[in-house]
């Protein structure tokens, strides 16, 4: 953060003063304005460390859907593509919060039969835990 904010308000103070010179309707005076809209958002990083600059994260995480979107042409209806996203966004979060997908998700469709309804989004990825059910460790939850 100490090193960051200067950096980030000088960048700010040139934009501004860098956009004050360019015709409204330019396209770099567009762009320059975009950012300015979202300048809070931009800067968010700055208030809590667990956000990253870049979504860089994001990117590599969808890469694989992008790469396969050839293969992913069995999606025949809308409700097919909402399955496949749901799942594709389940597994995603689950390599994210830094466990074998394939574990989790093996854990979760052996013991979502027996698990209280009322209780399933303790199964959800961001709050399955190694080991919260029987077969969790024998299944090598953990990377």
């Avoid at 995480?61 to 409700?79: F, P, Q, Y």
């Avoid at 597994?91 to 027996?114: G, K, R, V, Y």
Wanted: charged letters at 25%; a negative charge; hydrophobic letters at 40%.
């Amino acid at each position: 953060y100490e090193k960051s904010r200067p950096l980030i308000d000088d960048l700010e103070q040139r934009q501004r003063h860098a956009r004050a010179s360019l015709s409204p309707m330019s396209d770099p005076a567009k762009a320059m304005d975009s950012a300015m809209n979202s300048w809070c958002a931009i800067t968010r990083f700055l208030e809590d460390g667990r956000i990253c600059l870049s979504n860089n994260a994001a990117e590599r995480a969808l890469r694989g859907i992008a790469v396969g979107r050839r293969n992913w042409t069995i999606c025949d209806s809308d409700a097919d593509d909402d399955r496949a996203t749901a799942i594709y966004t389940l597994i995603e979060t689950a390599n994210l919060n830094d466990f074998d997908p394939q574990a989790w998700l093996a854990d979760t469709l052996t013991h979502s039969h027996d698990h209280p309804s009322k209780a399933i989004a303790d199964l959800l990825p961001w709050n399955w835990k190694i080991g919260s059910t029987p077969d969790a460790y024998a299944l090598g939850a953990s990377r």
